[in-house]
């Protein structure tokens, strides 16, 4: 067990909402996401603005994880005193922007000042039909949306100084809420890949007391890619044809990757944030 995953178990106790993206309480999702300068990201990389609007979008993503529409929003911001008000209204900006295209409402939070600029957002989602990382069963499919690995790519640009589009996945996470919301009712469950393919994978298993058998070899640097903020999901095989329709509907791609199987699952990458 990592340092992360063993602060959070201090919390967990029988019959806890902790475990999921978000916590499901009475119908209402509560979930929060950091995302720290020098540790998600640094300033060179992204304007304040893209700063802004991932720093929602990959918020965003946990409700819609959970077939949840987001309603309302409590930001945090620790900002450095270098920080110009030009610059405060770019990051402001691009948060507004992000909770505008998915009609949220920004309803409070805090501001300190800080050395680097640090932002925490809580996101407050309603949902009749969650989508939770327990259900999976024996012989399910395990499948990803869309296409992984490119995250990873685009970061290590940036980490030996080059530069990445501003439509790119590290700067511009696609979320899948048309998918998520028409094919839950087919759906065992679910989440969305935050840690990479591996890890992730790795908590639907242990939420699950199961194992998984891959279809064929998957690289390294694909599996263990990062902040791709695509969706993990599982489904019965006799729901193949129909999640495959929907899919082509909402022109998701989806790749099978595994079958759930009985015993435990061993994940190989290295976390990326402790």
């Given at each position: 067990m990592n340092a992360e995953n063993y602060f959070i178990s201090t919390f967990c106790a029988l019959g806890t909402p902790i475990g999921d993206d978000g916590a499901l309480i009475e119908g209402w999702v509560y979930s929060k996401d950091l995302f720290f300068?020098?540790?998600?990201f640094k300033r060179e990389w992204l304007t304040f603005y893209q700063i802004g609007?991932?720093?929602?979008?990959i918020n965003i993503s946990d409700a819609v994880a959970m077939n949840a529409v987001p309603k309302y929003a409590l930001i945090g911001a620790a900002m450095p005193k270098s920080?110009?008000?030009?610059?405060?209204?770019?990051?402001?900006?691009?948060?507004?922007a992000a909770a505008s295209e998915y009609k949220i409402e920004i309803i409070g939070g805090d501001t300190i000042s800080n050395s680097k600029l640090d932002l925490s957002i809580t996101i407050l989602s309603k949902t009749s039909t969650p989508l939770l990382r327990r259900g999976l069963k024996r012989g399910d499919i395990i499948a990803y949306t869309g296409e992984i690995g490119k995250s990873a790519k685009q970061l290590r640009y940036l980490l030996s100084g080059g530069r990445v589009h501003t439509k790119s996945r590290f700067v511009?996470?696609?979320l899948r809420q048309s998918f998520v919301s028409?094919?839950?009712?087919?759906?065992?469950c679910g989440m969305d890949i935050s840690d990479?393919?591996?890890?992730?994978?790795?908590?639907?298993?242990?939420?699950?007391?199961?194992?998984?058998?891959?279809?064929?070899?998957?690289e390294k640097n694909i599996g263990c890619s990062?902040?791709?903020?695509?969706?993990?999901?599982?489904?019965?095989?006799?729901?193949?044809?129909?999640?495959?329709?929907?899919?082509?509907r909402t022109r998701t791609k989806i790749t099978p990757v595994a079958r759930a199987v009985r015993g435990s699952y061993i994940n190989r990458c290295k976390h990326h944030h402790f």
């Open positions: 300068e020098n540790i998600h609007y991932k720093a929602m979008i920080i110009s008000l030009e610059q405060m209204r770019e990051l402001s900006s691009g948060i507004q511009t996470p696609i028409q094919s839950r009712r087919y759906l065992r990479g393919l591996f890890s992730d994978i790795g908590k639907l298993c242990s939420s699950n007391r199961m194992g998984a058998k891959f279809f064929s070899k998957i990062g902040e791709e903020y695509e969706m993990l999901i599982a489904f019965s095989p006799k729901q193949f044809k129909t999640i495959t329709k929907i899919a082509a």
